[in-house]
């Protein structure tokens, strides 16, 4: 199949990309490279430096006459949401009706779309599943669920499909620490350095952390299954920050020593996604442990600092 991958240059989207080529599929990069890494293109795919609302989109989409969009472009941090609404409301759900509106005008079969947990909010209970009230905190949680809508909306009017994989805390090779990483890049890149670690709060919130080739899998499910179907793609276990950061200090041989700062606004306190309807739909089920993928994870920023 010919499938587009936008911000096909970023931490998740290169995965996903490496796993399209190697099962032979025809696919294409969309990347403004403002936050992904041109050492992330595989050199196999096309690509196609060029914004979300760049007039140069349409041209695109002409050229590739995509059968499949994967959806990953995004502003993705919640500190960032807060300081520039204007930004992240700009690229999470602007950007997105610019790719709805292509993949109508070009005959795209199906748009699998990148979510989070951040549109849940606090949870009402946990093992949050996809009929949790939708409450976000954050702008970034706003932005990503406003662009649900429009997709059910493009698909009831037009008849475009589609997927949408609400995804946990994903970590992993790959996950730039400075800028957007998340909490496990920014640990591992401080504990490599031998630097402190920064835990804000008391380290008691949890988050439900998924390995970003878990993730993966869950796209290449969703290119055939999955069919105007809201999943949520988690581990299902809670981990507490303070857990995440002696297994990391475990598996990188280095003392837990971290400095405690107050919490930030937009933070949430604990999270755990039930995955329940991915493995039904989707036939999709998470293979690595959290201490499986920090291994991994520890492994390769050893080659990146070469220690």
């Known amino acids: 199949m010919k499938v587009l991958v936008t911000g096909g240059a970023g931490f998740i989207a290169s995965h996903i990309v490496d796993q399209l080529i190697e099962n032979g599929h025809h696919v ?16 196999k795919a096309s690509f196609y430096q060029v914004d979300l609302l760049d007039d140069q989109l349409s041209k695109v989409f002409a050229a590739i006459q995509p059968e499949i969009v994967i959806h990953h472009a995004a502003q993705i941090d919640v500190q960032t949401s807060l300081k520039q609404p204007l930004l992240d409301a700009k690229i999470n759900i602007l950007g997105t009706i610019a790719i709805l509106e292509q993949c109508r005008n070009h005959g795209v079969r199906k748009l699998i779309y990148a979510s989070s947990a951040a549109v849940y909010g606090t949870p009402e209970y946990l093992g949050v599943d996809e009929r949790h009230p939708l409450k976000p905190l954050s702008f970034y949680g706003i932005s990503k669920h406003t662009p649900e809508h429009y997709i059910e909306a493009f698909s009831s009017l037009f008849g475009l ?3 949408i994989l609400r995804y946990a805390n994903v970590y992993g090779i790959r996950q730039d620490p400075k800028g957007e990483g998340g909490v496990v890049s920014i640990f591992v890149d401080k504990l490599l350095q031998k630097q402190q670690p920064l835990i804000f709060g008391d380290g008691d919130q949890t988050r439900d952390f998924i390995y970003v080739k878990d993730i993966v899998r869950a796209n290449m499910a969703a290119l055939t299954h999955g069919s105007r179907g809201i999943y949520n793609i988690s581990w299902n276990v809670q981990t507490t920050v303070v857990e995440l950061l ?3 200090c475990e ?3 280095t003392p837990y020593s971290p400095k405690y700062e107050p919490p930030r606004a937009g933070d ?7 995955n329940t309807a991915a493995k039904q739909h ?21 080659t990146v600092y070469t220690i």
């Open 28 to 43: 294409h990069i969309l990347d403004n490279l403002s936050t992904g890494k041109s050492s992330n293109i595989n050199p």
């Open 161 to 163: 499909d589609y997927t």
């Open 246 to 248: 002696q297994l990391m």
């Open 251 to 253: 598996l990188c041989n």
């Open 268 to 274: 949430i306190l604990h999270s755990r996604l039930d």
């Open 282 to 302: 989707l036939g999709w089920a998470p293979a690595y442990t959290l201490r499986q993928g920090l291994q991994e994870t520890c492994d390769y920023y050893r």
